[in-house]
């Protein structure tokens, strides 16, 4: 009975594409869902890593040209119409609503210091919107992964001891297949949500470092401005 135990398990295949042909219409469900999930979480945390190197970058050349003691009207004519980086939209709207509180006369309309903070304030808040865009999806998957497999791994193991139950066989040959097709969706939900977490912590960190950069360099601006302002 042993040998013929071991002569059917040998001639079992354990591949992972083997594992998911042989498991049940759920469970083959729940794997092509963690998989895609596990896709979209890499492309997203590629686009991110890129964009925000981009955007140290973008932050770090703009802030040179700002303290670079060029006037800051020619440094706003040479931005033009549309900026590009958010440090330059950031910049482009205090300069916009610095700009338009100025009367044909020279002076400027009261209240012109709250209505630049808020402009600023608001293409900050613009920016921080496409800076956080997909983390929320990150953090879904790597809070509910990990349960969906479960899922997929529950349903398994209900259909293995149906299928043993069935042939009312208890050999290894019998139960391993089944068991094994059912943890693999443990192990596909772990393999999207790990990454999922790990990478979600650390963007959402150098997002923050990245916002409150802008927010820094707004206060400065306003700064300057304020002086020009009691002059």
């Given at each position: ?9 040998h ?14 219409l759920?469970v ?9 999930a ?59 609503e ?38 929320s ?66 963007l ?28």
């Amino acid at each position: 009975m042993e040998a013929e135990t071991l002569a059917l398990a040998h001639e079992l295949d354990f591949s992972i594409l083997a594992l998911f042909w042989r498991a049940t219409l759920t469970v083959k469900i729940v794997m092509m869902m963690l998989i895609v999930a596990s896709f979209w979480s890499w492309s997203i945390i590629i686009q991110k890593l890129i964009g925000y190197r981009s955007a140290r970058s973008q932050a770090a050349r703009f802030d040179e040209s700002f303290w670079s003691g060029e006037p800051l009207d020619e440094l706003f004519d040479s931005i033009g119409p549309t900026p590009n980086s958010p440090g330059e939209k950031v910049f482009f709207a205090g300069m916009v609503e610095w700009r338009r509180s100025h009367r044909d006369d020279g002076r400027l309309i009261a209240g012109a210091q709250a209505r630049i903070d808020r402009s600023m304030d608001v293409a900050i808040a613009k920016e921080a919107e496409e800076m956080n865009r997909g983390l929320s999806f990150l953090a879904s998957v790597g809070s509910t992964a990990p349960f969906i497999g479960l899922f997929g791994t529950v349903w398994g193991i209900k259909t293995a001891f149906e299928q043993i139950a069935i042939a009312q066989n208890t050999n290894l040959a019998v139960v391993a297949p089944g068991i094994a097709e059912a943890l693999l969706a443990t192990g596909l939900g772990l393999l999207a949500a790990i990454p999922a977490v790990v990478f979600y912590n650390k963007l959402s960190a150098d997002s923050d470092r990245i916002l409150g950069g802008y927010e820094a360099f707004a206060d400065e601006f306003a700064t300057i401005l304020s002086r020009q302002l009691d002059e």
